[in-house]
């Protein structure tokens, strides 16, 4: 493995991740004069979550939401008590960030050449708002099939240094900072050594490659998150000691999707909407089409809050029936001509629908006829799980060491709009702590020679196991106990079970393809270990995460997080107060 050439930065801001918060943080940064180095496993321009476009995204809208009444005080209270936020788990710090800052943030995409607004528009300011996790409409509908190009463009074009096919394996410590990262190259013999002064996580977070995927397409390709989305993030700071919370909530059933399609259906709303509505096998509804309210309704947010309660309690139904066996449909007959426009329209930006839109357009499927059957999936529960920040910031327990986009904890949900308006949060916290800081001069050959032995077991085992048996292997394991009722008994039989396929994983591979893809694996494994940590350190009921043996969801738990990290080589659970209640104390982080 000497064959691998090691190339060495130095900056004031490294990014992990060049998705939309990774991108949004580096244009903050350069805008405020800070050197910026971006490590990108895939390509930035249509890379992670949002690489094929997002057709909605969220903030508030000052010209619509002043026209309704509703402030941004009203949005910041919507997104804290979202889904009745069992246990008082959302962070109100973090959701305050990213209202206040998101009326201004997103619209400036605008000037990025996206298009918001639209002659047909009813609304003031020529746009087009739709309804998704608040009691009013709160997500712009946007031409955002290039958002992630245009993001790149501006990140370059203002000097932000972005290495594309660096896969991000180690965090370089020194004492109790990280100064920098490690990278390995996809496509070329590479090891890539960052020292930065501060080091962003913006890997997405996604948690959901430990467990089958949810549209019945094979293990190895992802159709609701990129197959990039490992997690890695995640298991990279809490290997350094910063917390990572609420995993405990991953993999729970609360999600359903259309069969053998690319993108998850969401109904009665979502990117169907209004039109799309669910029936079951005899053509009963079960979820009921939407309409849109008239602005000029006196009584408009309370008939609003009144819909959207109502659809909420059908999508619940859906979940039940659908776990019940039933067999039901996705179904637009109700749509009209301008409403079906509205649908093709939205496809052809939202993410991988473009792909169903160009299949269903080939075969001329008139979209009012044919029916789409639905299936359960595994997903997250609304509470976002992520790396632990302090108060009101974006800063990490670890020094130097910061968190974005939807590795953030706790935000009610994740998305777009959350992940552009807090990564530009973080692109100006980190740009000012590195104007405090010197140059780290760390020594980086431990963390290199670290990854380079991982990569001379790999690649000298070369009969061992493909990375897709051991992922295969791992998924099988977690998709019979993850979202299951959770008991000690048979989280410690999990634990062992776990423990036991580790020992026994001998990962080879022949080619960089599948020495990178080996190591993904190598972080499915660490982030399960999280998860199941998380999950026996929860002691009661809360939400979707249900205990056997402690049903009632214990008044204590209200508003603490169960974090967890690495400390010598074993994870440590810890409680952490989302509430803050207590400032930090000795050994409150501990
Ligand atoms: C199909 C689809 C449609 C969606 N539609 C919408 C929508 O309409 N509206 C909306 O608001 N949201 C939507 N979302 C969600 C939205 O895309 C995400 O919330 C958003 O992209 C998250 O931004 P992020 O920067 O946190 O993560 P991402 O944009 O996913 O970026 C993470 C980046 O980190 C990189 N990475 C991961 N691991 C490593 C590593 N070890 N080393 C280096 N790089 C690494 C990835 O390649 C990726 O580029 C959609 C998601 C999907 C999958």
């Known amino acids: ?88 788990l959302n962070r109100r710090d973090l959701i305050e960030i990213f209202v206040r800052h998101s009326g201004h943030d997103v619209i400036e995409l605008e000037r990025y050449g996206l298009k918001f607004r639209f002659a047909d528009s009813k609304l003031p300011g020529g746009f087009r708002v739709v309804p998704q996790w608040h009691y009013v409409p709160t997500s712009y509908n946007f031409e955002g099939r290039d958002l992630k190009r245009a993001l790149n463009d501006r990140a370059l074009e203002l000097g932000a240094v972005i290495l594309n096919r660096r896969h991000v394996r180690e965090l370089i410590k020194d004492g109790p900072a990280v100064t920098g990262a490690v990278a390995l190259g996809t496509r070329d013999r590479v090891v890539t050594v960052v020292r930065a002064k501060t080091t962003v996580v913006a890997t997405s977070g996604i948690t959901s490659r430990i467990t089958a995927g949810v549209t019945g397409s094979d293990t190895f390709e992802r159709f609701a998150a990129p197959s990039a989305s490992v997690g890695s993030g995640k298991v990279l700071a809490a290997k350094a000691g910063a917390a990572v919370v609420n995993l405990e909530f991953s993999a729970l059933g609360s999600s359903y999707g259309l069969v053998n399609y690319s993108f998850s259906a969401g109904l009665p709303g979502g990117t169907w909407w209004p039109a799309g509505r669910v029936v079951d096998e005899n053509g009963v509804v079960v979820a009921e089409r939407r309409y849109d309210l008239p602005l000029d309704d006196p ?252 049903k009632e969801s214990a008044p204590e738990q209200e508003g603490v997080s169960v974090g967890v990290y690495w400390q010598d080589g074993r994870v440590k659970a810890i409680r952490l107060d989302n509430l803050f209640r207590e400032e930090r104390g000795d050994g409150y982080f501990h």
């Not at 918060?21 to 800070?34: N, P, T």
């Not at 059908?314 to 659908?322: D, G, S, T, Y």
């Not at 960089?512 to 009661?540: F, I, P």
């Open 1 to 88: 493995m000497s064959d691998f050439r090691v190339e060495e930065y130095s900056t004031d801001v490294l990014i992990l991740g060049g998705g939309v918060a990774g991108l949004a943080a580096a244009i903050r940064a350069r805008e405020r004069g800070a050197k910026v180095v971006v490590l990108e496993k895939s390509h930035a321009e249509r890379s992670g979550n949002a690489g094929s476009g997002i057709d909605h995204i969220q903030g508030y809208v000052p010209e619509f939401h002043r026209q309704i009444g509703y402030s941004e005080e009203d949005m910041i209270e919507d997104q804290y008590g979202w889904g009745g936020n069992p246990g008082r």
């Open 299 to 550: 009584d408009y947010r309370a008939n609003y809050r009144r819909d959207i309660e109502k659809s909420g309690a059908q999508r619940k139904k859906i979940v039940e029936l659908l776990q019940q066996g039933q067999v039901l449909y996705f179904d637009l007959a109700e749509a009209t001509t301008e409403e079906l426009d509205y649908i093709w329209w939205s496809l052809g930006h939202e993410g991988k629908s473009g792909v169903t839109k160009h299949y269903l357009a080939k075969r001329q499927v008139d979209l009012r006829k044919v029916k789409f059957p639905l299936r359960l999936g595994a997903r997250r529960d609304v509470i976002a799980s992520g790396v632990w920040v302090k108060r009101g910031t974006t800063e990490t327990e670890v020094d130097n060491l910061y968190a974005t986009g939807n590795e953030l904890p706790a935000l009610g949900y994740s998305g777009g709009g959350t992940a552009l308006v807090l990564g530009y949060a973080t692109g100006v916290e980190v740009a000012e702590r590195a104007q405090t800081i010197p140059a780290p001069t760390s020594d980086a050959a431990p963390w290199v020679e670290a990854l380079l032995g991982q990569v001379e077991r790999i690649t000298a085992t070369r009969a061992g196991q493909t990375w897709q048996s051991g992922e295969h292997a791992l998924t099988t394991l977690l998709d019979s106990y993850l979202g299951k009722p959770y008991s000690e008994k048979n989280l410690t039989q999990l634990a062992a079970l776990l423990a036991r396929l580790r020992a026994d994983l001998t990962l080879g591979a022949g080619n960089l393809h599948e020495l990178n893809r080996a190591l993904e694996v190598l972080d499915l494994y660490d982030l399960a270990e999280l998860v199941v940590a998380a999950a026996r350190a929860r002691k009661s009921s809360l939400g979707l995460f249900q205990r056997l043996d402690e």
